[in-house]
């Protein structure tokens, strides 16, 4: 089971960026499907954008496509979110998490782990 640390959060005004890490720690990174999800007060968690194993492949949400690029570099057991043209609304607690899934899933239960979280704040 890999282990999951975010970083890169932050307060950030509307329409500017932010790129988002996720360090996994352990051998088997790549054997992961690797997801972002993120949680706003009040609202459930949702899935953001997904990426395969080889990072061939991505999924987005249909609202934020063009907006949001997920990428992954298996050499540094490191997944990136790079989030552009930012909105209040994209405000929320930001996980990374992995899957042993064979394909890019977008359910949050066929994730096993999962970071501790990273806040983004869109001030308007």
């Known amino acids: 089971q890999v282990q999951l640390v975010e970083s890169g959060g932050g307060l950030v005004q509307a329409g500017g960026s932010l790129r988002l890490s996720c360090a996994a720690s352990?051998?088997?990174?790549?054997?992961?499907?690797m997801g972002w999800f993120r949680q706003a007060p009040g609202k459930e968690r949702e899935f953001v954008t997904g990426?395969?194993?080889?990072?061939?492949?991505?999924n987005h949400a249909n609202s934020l496509k063009g907006r949001f690029t997920i990428s992954r570099d298996n050499a540094k057991n490191t997944v990136y979110l790079q989030m552009n043209s930012l909105k209040p609304e994209d405000t929320a607690v930001y996980y990374c998490?992995?899957?042993?899934?064979?394909?890019?899933?977008?359910?949050?239960?066929?994730?096993?782990?999962w970071g501790q979280g990273t806040q983004v704040t869109v001030s308007s």
């Open positions: 990426i395969d194993r080889s990072g061939s492949s991505t």
């Open positions: 352990g051998r088997s990174f790549s054997t992961y499907v």
């Open positions: 998490a992995g899957s042993r899934s064979v394909v890019i899933t977008t359910n949050a239960g066929l994730y096993s782990a």
